[in-house]
């Protein structure tokens, strides 16, 4: 059994080739429809997925440990037979923790579904995936327009839409004009909870503090002195 590689497979900056023409594109929405079915068995819905955000780095992670799933056969087996990420085993032939194979275990079987089905050919090659030589970076280069995102149309709704990118993305973008599922779009990014996760957690312990602040004066305000005296000198 070949050992784990975490840093074996990349994904590339390189700009995504994608096939053109209205006949490609039904036959790309048509392959998108069966691997939204497939990921329903497993209980994983595209919705989900725009709403965790693994990083650049933790999405070569994510890769490398699908690709090696993939390719052992009694892994790929269990993960078919059960529809699910078997962690204890995955962990323990790759070293890497349960913590971040369970965070990540609808990520991992999205990338193992996808990788694995030669019926999803359209989806595969939009993927730029390529092999980490010693010089290659593992941070990708600095896109100047990052609200700008791109990926080929997974669903459409009624104002935005869901689309997959070449560097393993799921994203939901601003929707303008008429979309079709399986075309390439261009958009801005729709924000959502993700996107303000910094700012969430500035306000709970601001909001924390103005609690305390409330209730200590509140405690201050109805409790008699004399008994605050000998709770402070009680503890």
Known sequence: ?????????????????????EEVRRIREKQISFMLKELFLYKILVKDLVNIFPTYRDRNLILNIASYIYEDYELFEKVQKKRELPVAMVAKRTRVSRTFLEIWQDYILVYVIILSNPNYKYIQDYIRIEERSKT??????????????????????????????????????????????????????????RNYKLQICIGAVFLTFILAGGIYQYTNSFIPSWISSVLIDGI
């Open 136 to 193: 290659t970076a593992l941070v990708p280069k600095e896109n100047k327009n990052n609200d700008i995102k791109k990926g080929i149309v997974l669903k459409v709704n009624k104002r935005s839409v869901i689309v997959f990118t070449s560097a393993g993305e799921f994203l939901k973008l601003k929707k303008e004009g008429d979309l079709k599922v399986g075309q390439e779009y261009r958009g801005k990014e729709k924000k959502g909870i």
């Open 1 to 21: 059994m070949e050992e784990f590689n975490r840093n074996k497979y990349i994904f590339s900056s390189s700009p995504a080739i994608i096939e053109v023409g």
